[in-house]
T-cell receptor
């Protein structure tokens, strides 16, 4: 069964600090990997999307990395802000059809 | 980016009644729309995939007679929770996929919180 595992499950950091979230997957064959930010009570919003050949993708203070050989991805958040408090979800799409494989997310809390 | 509008954002209903949730792609045509369900602190779980003009494909364990899906146009899909019960209370999220295969990206709605009393 295709799986997407995220770590840590939850994280608390001080405002202004950096943090890195991890995503390991077993989806094969692989099409692309996306990171989403989901605020409480809202739908997911796309942060980055990377295909097999991409190693790094940035979106402002968010930088995602991908190692397709080891099937690992990370999301690095720089100079965190209170508004970064949310759930960050790693989503992996295989090559067949539209099916997306969702991680359970990392719940990030940024405190003053 | 593409916008998917979901309505209502929150609905409270009595047990036994039916609730309809709308999902619209505002600035693109979506041949395929998806309905997800999310419990607190859990990941999104795909309920069904709907293609415009055809019957929806339901995931295993999802009752098609309870969760009626209609995708009558390229910009609108609806999910009707029939005879709702408290255990149906959840966060329902739709997503829509752009028509161009090369841009097969799902855009998510803001979600609908359903509370069944």
């Amino acid at each position: 069964k295709n799986q997407v595992e995220q770590s840590p499950q939850s994280l608390i950091i001080l405002e202004g600090k950096n943090c890195t979230l991890q995503c390991n997957y077993t989806v094969s064959p692989f099409s692309n990997l996306r990171w989403y930010k989901q605020d409480t009570g809202r739908g997911p919003v796309s942060l980055t999307i990377m295909t097999f050949s991409e190693n790094t993708k940035s979106n402002g203070r968010y930088t995602a990395t991908l190692d397709a050989d080891t099937k690992q991805s990370s999301l690095h958040i720089t100079a965190s802000q209170l508004s970064d408090s949310a759930s960050y979800i790693c989503v992996v799409r295989g090559n067949s059809g539209y099916a997306l494989n969702f991680g359970k997310g990392t719940s990030l809390l940024v405190t003053p | 980016g593409a916008v998917v509008s979901q309505h209502p954002s929150w609905v409270i209903c009595k047990s036994g009644t039916s609730v309809k949730i709308e999902c619209r792609s505002l600035d693109f045509q979506a041949t395929t729309m998806f309905w997800y369900r999310q419990f607190p602190k859990q990941s999104l779980m795909l309920m069904a995939t709907s293609n415009e003009g055809s019957k929806a494909t339901y995931e295993q364990g999802v009752e098609k007679d309870k969760f009626l899906i209609n995708h009558a146009s390229l910009t609108l899909s609806t999910l009707t929770v029939t005879s709702a019960h408290p255990e149906d209370s959840s966060f329902y999220i739709c997503s829509a996929s752009e028509m161009t295969v090369a841009k097969n990206i799902q855009y998510f709605g803001a979600g609908t919180r359903l509370s069944v009393l």
